[in-house]
């Protein structure tokens, strides 16, 4: 079946440091590819998405680029901000009857230090 | 637009007995979706509704599981003789656009924890 496979955490930056968070999947067909955030005590929000290949999804400073030949969605940003510590969750979209199941990766813990 | 809103946000129950946890979905979202998280792990599916019709259903919700949406808005979540397995975060999340453009808002989560 689909899955995703996402970067072990914890990973542990300080602040204005290069993030990079590696995301690669296994799917039939040609899902559609998300980032979710998710800050301590809340639920998931949408960071990023992209729908079909080479396309790139940006948001609040952070991009993904959609890999068809590497099957890949790495998260990036250039600079980080304390602000930036939560859990980042890479998604695929699985169809089904109309509709889009989401296949989650584990999710990578990220904290940032001032 | 509020959100999709939860309640309640935490639950703790003994094993054996039933819990019921309710999801409102934002207004005129016609499609509704529950996922389970343990700690430690992403969200795994367990059920779509579109508009009141519940058209899909994970191996993961065994028949101690029951949800339903009775007029196409909110949605309950029942577990019936809980099991200290069940414990885990009951994540809601709604949508209105079909197809690759269909992004998933979620609510806060039900955090249950089964003693």
């Known amino acids: 079946g689909n899955s995703v496979t996402q970067m072990e955490g914890p990973v542990t930056l300080s602040e204005e440091a290069f993030l990079t968070i590696n995301c690669t999947y296994t799917a039939t067909g040609y899902p559609s590819l998300f980032w979710y955030v998710q800050y301590p005590g809340e639920g998931l929000q949408l960071l990023l998405k992209a729908t079909k290949a080479d396309d790139k999804g940006s948001n609040k400073g952070f991009e993904a680029t959609y890999r068809k030949e590497t099957t890949s969605f790495h998260l990036e940003k250039g600079s980080v901000q304390v602000s930036d510590s939560a859990v980042y969750f890479c998604?695929?979209?699985?169809?089904?009857?109309?509709?889009?199941?989401?296949?989650f990766g584990q999710g990578t813990r990220l904290t940032i230090n001032p | 637009d509020t959100g999709v809103s939860q309640d309640p946000r935490h639950k703790i129950t003994k094993r054996g007995q039933n819990v019921t946890f309710r999801c409102d979905p934002i207004?005129?979202?016609?499609?509704l979706y529950w996922y389970r998280q343990t700690l430690g792990q992403g969200p795994e599916f367990l059920t779509y509704?579109?508009?009141?019709?519940?058209?899909?259903k994970s191996r993961l919700l065994s028949d101690r599981f029951s949800a339903e949406r009775p007029k196409g808005s909110f949605s309950t979540l029942e577990i019936q003789r809980t099991e200290q397995g069940d414990s885990a975060m009951y994540l809601c999340a709604s949508s209105s656009t079909p197809g690759q453009e269909e992004t998933q808002y979620f609510g806060p989560g039900t955090r249950l924890l089964v003693l």
């Open positions: 509704f579109q508009n009141e019709a519940q058209l899909e």
């Open positions: 207004s005129e979202h016609n499609r």
């Open positions: 998604a695929l979209s699985e169809s089904f009857q109309g509709a889009q199941k989401l296949v």
